[in-house]
C-alpha cells in the first residue's frame, strides 16, 4: 500500500513564499519519479516539477526561477520550495509518484495518467 500526504500550503501575499511538503509512506523509492502537478480553480491539471531517479529535474515555464523540487531519500519526502509566489500561482497542490527507474528528465515526459500513485492536495492560495 502506497501514500502520498501532502503538506504546506496556505494563503500568502503575492512575493511570499512557502514549502510544500509530500511524505510518501509504502512501497516508494528515492529512485521512483516523483513530481508536483496543480489544478487551478477551473481549468485542468498541469505539470509543475519533476525529478527523476538521477536527481535531474525540470520545471514548467511558469515556475522556472521561482520553485525549486527536492527529496530527502533518509525521510522518504518530497518537497516543493515556492519563492516569489504569483496570484496566478493560486491552486490545488497534488504530488505523485511512479515508480520507474528514470534518468535526464524522463519523469517530466510521462503523462499524467502514467502516475499510479497521487495524494490528496494540498491546497496555496496567493493574494496580490
Known amino acids: 500500500q502506497v501514500s502520498l500526504v501532502e503538506s504546506g500550503g496556505g494563503s500568502v501575499q503575492a512575493g511570499g513564499s512557502l514549502r510544500l511538503s509530500c511524505a510518501a509512506s509504502g512501497y516508494i523509492y528515492s529512485s521512483d519519479c516523483m513530481g508536483w502537478f496543480r489544478q487551478p480553480p477551473g481549468k485542468e491539471r498541469e505539470r509543475v516539477a519533476t525529478?527523476?531517479?538521477?536527481?535531474?529535474?525540470r520545471y514548467a515555464d511558469s515556475v522556472k526561477g521561482r520553485f525549486a523540487i527536492s527529496r530527502d531519500s533518509a525521510k522518504n519526502t518530497l518537497y516543493l520550495q515556492m519563492n516569489s509566489l504569483k496570484a496566478e500561482d493560486t491552486a490545488m497542490y497534488y504530488c505523485a509518484a511512479e515508480r520507474v527507474i528514470s534518468t535526464g528528465g524522463y519523469c517530466w515526459g510521462l503523462p499524467q495518467y502514467a502516475y499510479e500513485y497521487w495524494g490528496q492536495g494540498t491546497q496555496v492560495t496567493v493574494s496580490s
Open positions: 525529478i527523476d531517479s538521477d536527481g535531474s529535474t
